[in-house]
């Protein structure tokens, strides 16, 4: 193990932590043409690190390689799986707005 497997190591770790709040944001939309390419490039970066023998660099590659497909596959604006985890029916039987109709603190829609 190199120290530079460690660098690599630690940014991966920095990266899947940074993408926390994205995926736990059940209002975040984050567009394809970003997500999708940053899948891909962690995916390749995997295969790479891990055929020079960079093991613990393509290990925090592969963390870094799911959190993005988990961004792509639940934060993307289609908003197909933007409902899971979010009660359909508020506990009054209110029509939920969606989160474009919400009214800002001074009332304007935001």
Do not use: C, H, N
Request: charged share 15%; glycine share 10%.
């Amino acid at each position: 193990m190199s120290w530079q497997d460690l660098v690599f190591l630690g940014g991966s770790v920095l990266t899947v932590v940074a993408l926390l709040p994205t995926l736990r944001d059940l209002d975040a939309r984050i567009p394809l043409a970003t997500s999708v390419p940053k899948f891909a490039l962690a995916v390749i970066y995997t295969g790479t690190f891990y055929s020079l023998g960079m093991t613990f660099s393509a290990i925090g590659l592969l963390g870094t390689a799911v959190m993005w497909a988990l961004v792509v596959r639940y934060r993307s604006p289609t908003g197909r799986y933007s409902s899971i985890g979010r009660s359909e029916t508020p506990i009054d039987g209110a029509t939920v707005a969606e989160p474009s109709q919400r009214l800002g603190a001074d009332g304007d829609r935001l």
